[in-house]
C-alpha cells in the first residue's frame, strides 16, 4: 500500500538517525571479492515484429504501455558509450529536507517524450515541457499543491502520462493532445501539451477533485504514479496511508473519459461485505496496458492494517494480487494472487511488464510480475496461469491472539529469488567481532521461522524487508535476448506488535524506529532496519544486485552485486557490497542496460550479456529515480535521460537536477 516514498523512504527518513549510514566502510577491506554469477546464454530470438519490442519514442512511464522500459533505438551502444557525456542538465528549483515551511521532496521522475517534447512532473507537481535537445524550459503549469500537510510529510511524482484524440481536426484544436498528472493531494489535472493551459472542459477547469468521491473509508487520499492511458479512457489508482487506520480507504481504481473527465468506472478490491471494516489494497505502484486486448493490470498491495488482520481474516483475493480489468468497462478478466492474507507490507510494487516470452519452444505472451519477497511471478497472459510450476508451500502460523496468517504462500519454482529470503543468527554479519556479535544478539533475539515469519508480540525477523526484494524500479525486459533484468535490495528488519498499554513513546520510539499507531488496534506496530551500532546492515552483503533472468528457461544468466554509497571525499563503499537502491533499469538494442538507483552519484551502463559495466558518469546526487531514452526527430540524437534526486531516506545529498546524455556531434548517427 505504500505510496511513493516507499517504506523505507519512511522507516528510515523520520528518524534523525534512521539512514543506512554505512559511515564505518571507508577503508574497510575485510571481505574478499564476491564472484559474478554467470550462465551459459541462450540463442537470440528475432521478435522484430512484436509490439513489446520494436518501441523507439519513450511515449509513457515504461517506455511503452507494455511496461517493458525496452528502446529499440541503438545508436550508443556497447561500443561507444563510453563517449556518452552531457548535453544538458534541467534544474526544477524544488529541494526541502522538510521544514515547517515545505514538506520534503523527492526527485524520482521519469520524463516521456511525445510530441517532440520532453515532460516531467516536479516534486511539487508542477509540470514542466522542455526542448529535448537543450532541456530549455517550453512552458510550466503550477496545480497550486500545498506546500505542507503532504501524505507522509513528502512531495513526489514519478511521472506524467500524453493523450492525444484519434481525430487528427480534433488533434490540431486546443487540448488536442494533453498532458494528465495525478496530483500527490488526490486531484487529477488535464493540461494541453502545447501549451501547458488547463482544459477548461475536463471537469472543473481542468482538474477532478478525487477525493471529493466515494473512497470508502478513513484517511487521506493520494497518488504518486502517473495515469495509464487506453484510448480515451485515463486510468488512475492510489496511494493510502498505511498502519494507520483500520478501515483505511478502499483501494478503488478508476477509469475517467479524457475529455471530460467524468467517472465511466470503478473498480474496488476490497469485497463489499468487507469494506466497512478494512480498506487499502490500493494500486499505487504504475499500471501497464495491452493495447491489443484492451485490457489494464493493475499491482495491488495489502489491505489495511498491512501487518495486522484480525480484521480481515476473510479473503481477500484481489490484494496482493496482478488483476487485469477492461480498460473500457472496469469488469474483471481474471486475477492472481501472489501472497495471502498480507501481514508483511508485501504490496506489489511495480509496474507488472507484459512481454512475448519463448516458452517450449512457442512464443507466449506473458506478464512478469516482480515483489517484495523477491520472486518473480510469470503468467500467461491471456489466462493468468503461472507459466513456470508455482507450489503451495507451508508457512509459520501466527502467535497473535485472533491473527490467523494463511498456513501456505504460492512460491514459484523459477526463476530462483532474486534477493536472500532466509537468515539465522549465527549468519549475522559486522565488520568488526564486536559488531557481529551486537547483530548475532539482535538477531537471535527475534521469532525467526524463514521466509513469511508473521509479526508477533516478540518481535519477528522480515527478510527481505519491507523495501523488498525488489520495489518500485521494476522489470526492463528485452525481446531479442529474452532476458529480464532487475535490481534488488537485501535488508533484514524486524516487526514488532506492542500492546497499546505497554507502549511508552519516550522508551520506544528511539532514532532507527518507525512507529505506526494502528488505530482501533489493541497494538503499536515498531519497523525497524536491523543495523549493527556502527549502522551496518546485520545481514551478510550483497545488499543490492542486479539480475539477469533468461525467460526461455527461467534460469539467471548473470547477477552481480549492483550499487554503492557515498561516504564522502575519493572513498565509497565496497563494491562487491552492494546496497540498497531505489529507481529501476532500461534496456536498449545497442546491448546496453541503463540505471541509477544506487547511492553513489554514479549513473551507469552495463553490458546486457554479461552484466559487466562499461561507463558510468557523476550525477549531482544519487539518481533514484528510472532513467528513459528516446531519439529527438529534428536533429536525430539519441538521448539517455535520468533525475538525479538523492534520497532523503537514505539521508545522501539531495538535488533538484534532470540530467540528459548523449554521444558527441562527432560520432556518426546510425
Same mark, same amino acid.
Given at each position: 500500500?505504500?505510496?511513493?516514498?516507499?517504506?523505507?523512504?519512511?522507516?528510515?527518513?523520520?528518524?534523525?538517525?534512521?539512514?543506512?549510514?554505512?559511515?564505518?566502510?571507508?577503508?574497510?577491506?575485510?571481505?574478499?571479492?564476491?564472484?559474478?554469477?554467470?550462465?551459459?546464454?541462450?540463442?537470440?530470438?528475432?521478435?522484430?515484429?512484436?509490439?513489446?519490442?520494436?518501441?523507439?519514442?519513450?511515449?509513457?512511464?515504461?517506455?511503452?504501455?507494455?511496461?517493458?522500459?525496452?528502446?529499440?533505438?541503438?545508436?550508443?551502444?556497447?561500443?561507444?558509450?563510453?563517449?556518452?557525456?552531457?548535453?544538458?542538465?534541467?534544474?526544477?528549483?524544488?529541494?526541502?529536507?522538510?521544514?515547517?515551511?515545505?514538506?520534503?521532496?523527492?526527485?524520482?521522475?521519469?520524463?516521456?517524450?511525445?510530441?517532440?517534447?520532453?515532460?516531467?512532473?516536479?516534486?511539487?507537481?508542477?509540470?514542466?515541457?522542455?526542448?529535448?535537445?537543450?532541456?530549455?524550459?517550453?512552458?510550466?503549469?503550477?496545480?497550486?499543491?500545498?506546500?505542507?500537510?503532504?501524505?507522509?510529510?513528502?512531495?513526489?511524482?514519478?511521472?506524467?502520462?500524453?493523450?492525444?484524440?484519434?481525430?487528427?481536426?480534433?488533434?490540431?484544436?486546443?487540448?488536442?493532445?494533453?498532458?494528465?498528472?495525478?496530483?500527490?493531494?488526490?486531484?487529477?489535472?488535464?493540461?494541453?501539451?502545447?501549451?501547458?493551459?488547463?482544459?477548461?472542459?475536463?471537469?472543473?477547469?481542468?482538474?477532478?477533485?478525487?477525493?471529493?468521491?466515494?473512497?470508502?473509508?478513513?484517511?487521506?487520499?493520494?497518488?504518486?504514479?502517473?495515469?495509464?492511458?487506453?484510448?480515451?479512457?485515463?486510468?488512475?489508482?492510489?496511494?493510502?496511508?498505511?498502519?494507520?487506520?483500520?478501515?483505511?480507504?478502499?483501494?478503488?481504481?478508476?477509469?475517467?473519459?479524457?475529455?471530460?473527465?467524468?467517472?465511466?468506472?470503478?473498480?474496488?478490491?476490497?469485497?463489499?461485505?468487507?469494506?466497512?471494516?478494512?480498506?487499502?489494497?490500493?494500486?499505487?505502484?504504475?499500471?501497464?496496458?495491452?493495447?491489443?486486448?484492451?485490457?489494464?493490470?493493475?499491482?495491488?498491495?495489502?489491505?489495511?492494517?498491512?501487518?495486522?488482520?484480525?480484521?480481515?481474516?476473510?479473503?481477500?483475493?484481489?490484494?496482493?494480487?496482478?488483476?487485469?480489468?477492461?480498460?473500457?468497462?472496469?469488469?474483471?478478466?481474471?486475477?492472481?494472487?501472489?501472497?495471502?492474507?498480507?501481514?508483511?507490507?508485501?504490496?506489489?510494487?511495480?509496474?507488472?511488464?507484459?512481454?512475448?516470452?519463448?516458452?517450449?519452444?512457442?512464443?507466449?505472451?506473458?506478464?512478469?510480475?516482480?515483489?517484495?519477497?523477491?520472486?518473480?511471478?510469470?503468467?500467461?497472459?491471456?489466462?493468468?496461469?503461472?507459466?513456470?510450476?508455482?507450489?503451495?508451500?507451508?508457512?509459520?502460523?501466527?502467535?497473535?491472539?485472533?491473527?490467523?496468517?494463511?498456513?501456505?504462500?504460492?512460491?514459484?519454482?523459477?526463476?530462483?529469488?532474486?534477493?536472500?529470503?532466509?537468515?539465522?543468527?549465527?549468519?549475522?554479519?559486522?565488520?568488526?567481532?564486536?559488531?557481529?556479535?551486537?547483530?548475532?544478539?539482535?538477531?537471535?533475539?527475534?521469532?525467526?521461522?524463514?521466509?513469511?515469519?508473521?509479526?508477533?508480540?516478540?518481535?519477528?525477523?522480515?527478510?527481505?524487508?519491507?523495501?523488498?526484494?525488489?520495489?518500485?524500479?521494476?522489470?526492463?525486459?528485452?525481446?531479442?535476448?529474452?532476458?529480464?533484468?532487475?535490481?534488488?535490495?537485501?535488508?533484514?528488519?524486524?516487526?514488532?506488535?506492542?500492546?497499546?498499554?505497554?507502549?511508552?513513546?519516550?522508551?520506544?520510539?528511539?532514532?532507527?524506529?518507525?512507529?505506526?499507531?494502528?488505530?482501533?488496534?489493541?497494538?503499536?506496530?515498531?519497523?525497524?532496519?536491523?543495523?549493527?551500532?556502527?549502522?551496518?546492515?546485520?545481514?551478510?552483503?550483497?545488499?543490492?544486485?542486479? &539480475? $539477469?533472468?533468461? /525467460?526461455?528457461?527461467?534460469? @539467471?544468466?548473470?547477477?552481480?552485486?549492483?550499487?554503492? #554509497?557515498?561516504? !564522502? +571525499?575519493?572513498?565509497?563503499?565496497?563494491?562487491?557490497?552492494?546496497?540498497?537502491?531505489?529507481?529501476?533499469?532500461?534496456?536498449?538494442?545497442?546491448?546496453?542496460?541503463?540505471?541509477?538507483?544506487?547511492?553513489?552519484?554514479?549513473?551507469?551502463?552495463?553490458?546486457?550479456?554479461?552484466?559487466?559495466?562499461?561507463?558510468?558518469?557523476?550525477?549531482?546526487?544519487?539518481? &533514484? $529515480?528510472?532513467? /528513459?531514452?528516446?531519439?529527438? @526527430?529534428?536533429?536525430?540524437?539519441?538521448?539517455?535521460? #535520468?533525475?538525479? !534526486? +538523492?534520497?532523503?531516506?537514505?539521508?545522501?545529498?539531495?538535488?533538484?537536477?534532470?540530467?540528459?546524455?548523449?554521444?558527441?556531434?562527432?560520432?556518426?548517427?546510425?
Amino acid at each position: 500500500m505504500l505510496p511513493s516514498p516507499t517504506r523505507a523512504d519512511i522507516d528510515l527518513r523520520l528518524t534523525p538517525a534512521g539512514g543506512v549510514a554505512f559511515s564505518v566502510l571507508a577503508g574497510i577491506m575485510l571481505l574478499g571479492c564476491s564472484e559474478q554469477k554467470t550462465i551459459a546464454p541462450s540463442p537470440r530470438v528475432a521478435v522484430e515484429d512484436l509490439v513489446e519490442g520494436t518501441a523507439t519514442g519513450w511515449p509513457s512511464y515504461g517506455g511503452q504501455p507494455s511496461g517493458t522500459k525496452y528502446s529499440a533505438l541503438d545508436q550508443i551502444n556497447t561500443g561507444n558509450v563510453e563517449k556518452l557525456a552531457v548535453a544538458w542538465t534541467y534544474n526544477t528549483g524544488e529541494i526541502s529536507t522538510g521544514t515547517p515551511q515545505m514538506d520534503a521532496t523527492i526527485h524520482q521522475v521519469t520524463p516521456i517524450y511525445a510530441n517532440e517534447k520532453l515532460y516531467i512532473c516536479t516534486p511539487l507537481n508542477r509540470i514542466v515541457a522542455l526542448d529535448p535537445a537543450t532541456g530549455k524550459e517550453i512552458w510550466k503549469y503550477d496545480p497550486g499543491k500545498p506546500a505542507t500537510g503532504m501524505m507522509y510529510g513528502s512531495h513526489v511524482c514519478r511521472g506524467v502520462s500524453y493523450w492525444e484524440a484519434a481525430d487528427p481536426a480534433e488533434r490540431a484544436r486546443t487540448c488536442g493532445r494533453r498532458i494528465f498528472q495525478a496530483v500527490s493531494n488526490g486531484v487529477l489535472v488535464a493540461v494541453d501539451a502545447e501549451s501547458g493551459k488547463p482544459c477548461e472542459e475536463f471537469g472543473a477547469g481542468g482538474r477532478v477533485d478525487m477525493t471529493a468521491l466515494d473512497n470508502k473509508g478513513e484517511g487521506p487520499l493520494g497518488n504518486t504514479s502517473p495515469p495509464a492511458i487506453f484510448r480515451d479512457t485515463v486510468i488512475v489508482g492510489s496511494a493510502v496511508t498505511d498502519n494507520k487506520y483500520e478501515d483505511s480507504l478502499d483501494g478503488i481504481v478508476r477509469g475517467f473519459d479524457a475529455r471530460t473527465g467524468a467517472v465511466k468506472w470503478n473498480w474496488n478490491p476490497i469485497p463489499s461485505e468487507l469494506s466497512s471494516r478494512t480498506g487499502a489494497a490500493n494500486t499505487w505502484a504504475p499500471i501497464s496496458i495491452d493495447t491489443k486486448r484492451g485490457w489494464v493490470f493493475l499491482p495491488t498491495g495489502s489491505a489495511s492494517y498491512d501487518t495486522l488482520g484480525t480484521n480481515r481474516l476473510n479473503a481477500i483475493p484481489m490484494a496482493n494480487a496482478v488483476v487485469v480489468l477492461d480498460a473500457e468497462t472496469g469488469q474483471l478478466v481474471w486475477s492472481y494472487q501472489t501472497v495471502r492474507h498480507d501481514l508483511w507490507d508485501y504490496d506489489l510494487p511495480a509496474q507488472p511488464t507484459l512481454a512475448t516470452i519463448e516458452h517450449h519452444g512457442r512464443m507466449v505472451e506473458a506478464v512478469l510480475q516482480p515483489t517484495k519477497t523477491g520472486f518473480l511471478f510469470v503468467l500467461d497472459r491471456q489466462t493468468g496461469q503461472p507459466l513456470f510450476p508455482v507450489r503451495d508451500m507451508p508457512v509459520p502460523a501466527s502467535d497473535v491472539p485472533g491473527e490467523r496468517a494463511s498456513p501456505t504462500q504460492p512460491v514459484p519454482t523459477l526463476p530462483a529469488p532474486v534477493t536472500s529470503q532466509r537468515l539465522s543468527a549465527d549468519d549475522a554479519f559486522g565488520v568488526a567481532l564486536f559488531d557481529r556479535n551486537e547483530c548475532r544478539k539482535k538477531l537471535a533475539a527475534l521469532r525467526n521461522d524463514g521466509l513469511f515469519t508473521p509479526p508477533s508480540l516478540k518481535g519477528s525477523i522480515l527478510h527481505p524487508s519491507f523495501l523488498g526484494g525488489t520495489n518500485w524500479g521494476g522489470v526492463a525486459y528485452d525481446q531479442e535476448s529474452g532476458l529480464a533484468v532487475l535490481n534488488s535490495s537485501n535488508l533484514v528488519a524486524s516487526v514488532t506488535l506492542m500492546p497499546r498499554e505497554s507502549f511508552d513513546p519516550t522508551i520506544h520510539a528511539r532514532p532507527r524506529v518507525a512507529t505506526y499507531e494502528m488505530r482501533g488496534s489493541p497494538y503499536v506496530m515498531l519497523r525497524e532496519v536491523q543495523l549493527s551500532s556502527l549502522g551496518v546492515p546485520c545481514n551478510p552483503p550483497p545488499w543490492g544486485q542486479l &539480475t $539477469a533472468i533468461d /525467460m526461455k528457461t527461467g534460469q @539467471t544468466r548473470w547477477q552481480i552485486p549492483f550499487g554503492r #554509497v557515498d561516504l !564522502g +571525499g575519493p572513498v565509497d563503499s565496497l563494491p562487491h557490497w552492494g546496497a540498497p537502491n531505489q529507481g529501476g533499469p532500461i534496456i536498449t538494442r545497442g546491448g546496453l542496460i541503463f540505471i541509477g538507483a544506487s547511492l553513489d552519484s554514479r549513473f551507469r551502463a552495463y553490458d546486457l550479456k554479461t552484466g559487466e559495466e562499461l561507463w558510468s558518469h557523476n550525477v549531482p546526487s544519487p539518481a &533514484t $529515480a528510472t532513467p /528513459m531514452t528516446f531519439r529527438h @526527430t529534428p536533429n536525430g540524437k539519441q538521448y539517455v535521460v #535520468v533525475a538525479a !534526486g +538523492g534520497h532523503g531516506g537514505f539521508q545522501t545529498k539531495l538535488s533538484d537536477a534532470i540530467v540528459a546524455f548523449a554521444l558527441p556531434d562527432t560520432e556518426k548517427a546510425r
